[in-house]
């Protein structure tokens, strides 16, 4: 009988520790989870991105960037990647805060790539997959032109593409920019469908206006500066399409300007 008893103590305290282990392992892997899953930081009515980036990685321990586009978002004419527009972006941002260095950037940038062949090989799933905080996709109209892209199939590209990211990532920050002006994409440049390069920035431009996208007009905005500071459109050019050094500073600094919020949305398109 005294067995028995004794048995059934035994029995009743390893239950009561294996509840109580199992409740303190719950607590852990909550507690765990809280660390490593912050509540979302959403941006505030009148906060610039910088600003809201700042505030984003006082609360992560590792914020992530992705840039994504055809070969002038992956740097292709400048002397280093450090020189492009994505590389003077981060830097500009570590002067600001060192908290910056923590931001990781990947870019995902290819060359030759309309976003539809972005979204078909892959890179548009790959980026989202790696669950960035931020994201600055660029139009690439450079190639839309050249592989003779309906202008709606670009505009719907655009629109598959902001879907998959805001789908997976609600809280994700998504800044279109368009390509850069070039020498070799003249208005008289046309291509099979009998349109120029500037056709496809004016029509995105409307298109993403109408989504009521965060945009910068690239495009637009370094010409007028090439104006305002008497710089030759050839002499930011590597080869007359891809930017060199010059060039990658001015589309930061324009860039620059709309993330600090020292510029609006968008530069009024001029007539060509």
Do not use: C
Request: charged content about 20%; cysteine-free.
């Amino acid at each position: 009988m005294r067995t028995r008893k004794r048995n059934v103590v035994i029995g009743v305290s390893a239950l009561a520790l294996l509840v109580g282990g199992f409740f303190l392992l719950q607590f852990q892997l909550n507690s765990s989870q809280d660390e490593e899953d912050p509540e979302p930081v959403s941006i505030l009515p009148g906060e610039s991105y910088v600003d809201y980036l700042q505030r984003l990685i006082q609360v992560k321990p590792r914020v992530e960037v992705a840039v994504i586009g055809s070969s002038v978002t992956a740097g292709m004419g400048a002397s280093d990647q450090s020189h492009s527009w994505a590389g003077r972006t981060i830097t500009n941002l570590q002067l600001m805060d060192p908290n910056f260095y923590k931001l990781q950037l990947t870019n995902y940038g290819v060359n030759g790539a309309t976003i539809q062949d972005l979204i078909n090989n892959g890179k548009m799933e790959a980026m989202v997959a790696s669950d960035p905080d931020f994201i600055i996709m660029e139009t690439s109209l450079l190639n839309s032109h050249r592989k003779d892209e309906p202008l709606e199939r670009t505009n719907a590209a655009l629109d598959t593409a902001v879907s998959m990211i805001q789908g997976a990532h609600p809280a994700t920050i998504i800044v279109l920019t368009s390509p850069n002006p070039a020498t070799t994409k003249t208005p008289e440049d046309l291509n099979g469908l009998g349109l120029n390069y500037q056709a496809y920035i004016q029509s995105t431009n409307t298109f993403i206006a109408q989504q009521g996208w965060s945009y910068v007009d690239t495009y637009s905005a370094m010409r007028l500066q090439f104006e305002d500071e008497g710089i030759q459109l050839e002499a930011t050019l590597d080869d007359g399409l891809h930017p060199n050094d010059v060039g990658y500073k001015v589309w930061a600094d324009v860039l620059w300007a709309y993330l600090t919020g020292e510029a609006p949305v968008e530069k009024e398109q001029k007539e060509e």
